[in-house]
């Protein structure tokens, strides 16, 4: 069983920088591709980027230049670093873990930009 659970998330101006974790339990974290989604009240859960167990990424054209994922296998702990964050980047953040069959969500962590 994997549990993850995301923090860092908060309040911040537009042009602001934030940096969310989450943190991971469980043992097949260094082999799982880990994603961050986000979601609108009343939207579609939407892709933010994906960085695989080898460490290649992805990202959505919205956040690219801007958002950088990373990830740390030792401390299981998977990272989104948002710089220039824009007021439509206001949602719910979650990390995602997918291994074969296996695919856990956390609970979210809350990013509210201001204009």
């Known amino acids: 069983q994997v549990q993850l659970v995301e923090s860092g998330g908060g309040l911040v101006q537009a042009g602001g920088s934030l940096r969310l974790s989450c943190a991971a339990s469980?043992?097949?974290?260094?082999?799982?591709?880990l994603g961050w989604y986000r979601q609108v009240p009343g939207k579609k859960r939407e892709f933010v980027a994906r960085?695989?167990?080898?460490?290649?990424?992805l990202y959505d054209a919205s956040v690219k230049g801007r958002f950088t994922i990373s990830r740390d296998n030792v401390k299981s702990t998977l990272f989104l670093q948002m710089n220039s964050l824009k007021f439509e980047d206001t949602a719910i953040y979650f990390c995602n873990l997918a291994s074969g069959a296996y695919d856990y969500w956390g609970q979210g962590t809350q990013v509210t930009v201001s204009s």
């Open positions: 469980g043992s097949i974290f260094s082999i799982a591709t």
């Open positions: 960085i695989s167990s080898s460490g290649w990424t």
